[in-house]
């Protein structure tokens, strides 16, 4: 099984590859829309985050909240690049934390400990159908690593496990003006369809201030949720899982 799951990362990987290698000959030959505008954002992220975590046979309820966030936080880092023109677009999107998330009784006499630690890779091609309106195709690369530990009384029991997965998405992306250097956008994609995950979504809602020609800011509220289970006996695992909150970002245009 540890030998399906190093071939099931490289494929992962190669997946990932292949997509983003085809992004550059597919954007080099469509040149007659105009010319290509790139942007780079940082962005953060305040999420809540809810569902269950399964290791083995120990199973822990996950519920973390706006308030919750910075104490569960270790480290959490968020960065995207897209490059478009008046047809075509392509954005990659990487996501890491690393959270820990613990619950105790009032006596002290059972806890509850949840270390996971994440990234989410996504990359996506988009074809304009409207003149505010995309047709987007993505993959999404999961990496997940989980540490749960499980007290009552002096016993305790832990369990470890590392899972990764690459689901297809599909999806709408709509950005209009509004007023003045306003602009507003909303996106949903949808996924998952047995290949990676049984199901996986993701949706984002943001409005755009456009400072000057080549900076601008954000606010926005971002939601990413995935239903994963892999293995048997002590080997099971499963994330259903859905993280969601505000966030505010700035982007370089050039």
Sequence with gaps: QGEFRMTSSRLSLRSLVALCAAFAPLAQAQQDPGDWRQSAFLYGMAPMIEGD??????QVPVDVSLSDFVDVLDFGAMAAYRIENDQWSFTGDVTYMNLGHGERTQQGRASVDLDVEQVTVMATAGRRITPHLEALVSLAYFDVSTDLRVR?????????????????LVGFN???????????????????FGVGSDLTWHALTKITYQSSERFSWYLGYRAI????????GRDYQRYDLRQHGPGMGIAFSF
Aim: aromatic letters at 12%; a negative charge; one cysteine or more.
């Design 53 to 58: 975590a399964q290791v083995g046979n120990l």
């Design 152 to 168: 009552v009384l002096q016993q305790a029991r832990t369990a470890s496990r590392d899972a990764n997965w690459v689901d297809p």
């Design 174 to 192: 709509y950005e209009v003006p509004l007023c003045g250097k306003w602009r507003y956008t909303l996106r949903g994609d949808i996924g998952g």
């Design 225 to 232: 949720a995935y239903d994963y289970e892999d293995g048997n």
